[in-house]
Antibody, heavy 120, light 108 residues
Framework: QLQLQESGSGLVKPSQTLSLTCAVS??????????WSWIRQPPGKGLEWIGY???????YYNPSLKSRVTISVDRSKNQFSLKLSSVTAADTAVYYC????????????WGQGTLVTVSS | SYVLTQPPSVSVAPGQTARITCGGN??????VHWYQQKPGQAPVLVVY???DRPSGIPERFSGSNSGNTATLTISRVEAGDEADYYC???????????FGGGTKLTVL
């Protein structure tokens, strides 16, 4: 059974860079037909897609975040990562990683999520 | 950008049928996916490609999509179905992954 687990700093200072990693277990990140996504949810609000990466390394980002986002993959460790630069309080959210179907663009499964707070 | 509109809340008595709508311009031409999110938990895919169910999702969950409205239908609602539900599509001309604002299902 495929499982995803986020890890990283839970508290980031304004203007700094948020860094998270998603470890994939129970399957290979190099499996065809899927990409690997980051999605976030501010407290009490809805879901916002951040971007995805294929195992080949090609990426696609939400245009509203594109200038600040970098998603990378480490196939040797079966994990992928998110960096979000120049963070503000508006970036405070629960960050989820998820597998995305390339063909139909649904997300399943999701990691449990990790809360990142931007505060000095 | 493409917008998906969901009612903020839907209430239903146990054993009845809940219908949660997701409105979007010509959404019937897109594949719609639905997620269930219980408090403090990650979203779970309950319907994909308008009307298909992932393994492990009860048959009580079904979906339809036509015109400008997609609908998630939950039959014989149980207390454990109380959650937030989100619709989602892919729109190559905009963001491109678009989520609806979510609907809180309350079981009375």
């Amino acid at each position: 059974q495929l499982q995803l687990q986020e890890s990283g700093s839970g508290l980031v200072k304004p203007s700094q860079t948020l860094s998270l990693t998603c470890a994939v277990s129970g399957g290979s990140i190099s499996s065809g037909g899927y990409s690997w996504s980051w999605i976030r949810q501010p407290p009490g609000k809805g879901l916002e897609w951040i971007g995805y990466i294929y195992h080949s390394g090609s990426t696609y980002y939400n245009p509203s975040l594109k200038s600040r986002v970098t998603i990378s993959v480490d196939r040797s460790k079966n994990q992928f990562s998110l960096k979000l630069s120049s963070v503000t309080a508006a970036d405070t959210a629960v960050y989820y990683c998820a597998r995305e179907s390339v063909e139909a663009n649904w997300f399943d499964p999701w990691g449990q999520g990790t809360l990142v707070t931007v505060s000095s | 950008s493409y917008v998906l509109t969901q009612p903020p809340s839907v209430s239903v008595a146990p054993g009845q049928t809940a219908r949660i709508t997701c409105g979007g311009n010509n959404i019937g031409s897109k594949s719609v996916h639905w997620y269930q999110q219980k408090p403090g938990q990650a979203p779970v895919l309950v319907v994909y490609d308008d009307s298909d169910r992932p393994s492990g999702i009860p048959e009580r969950f079904s979906g339809s999509n036509s015109g400008n409205t997609a609908t998630l239908t939950i039959s014989r609602v149980e207390a454990g179905d109380e959650a937030d539900y989100y619709c989602q599509v892919w729109d190559s001309s905009s963001d491109p992954v678009v989520f609806g604002g979510g609907t809180k299902l309350t079981v009375l």
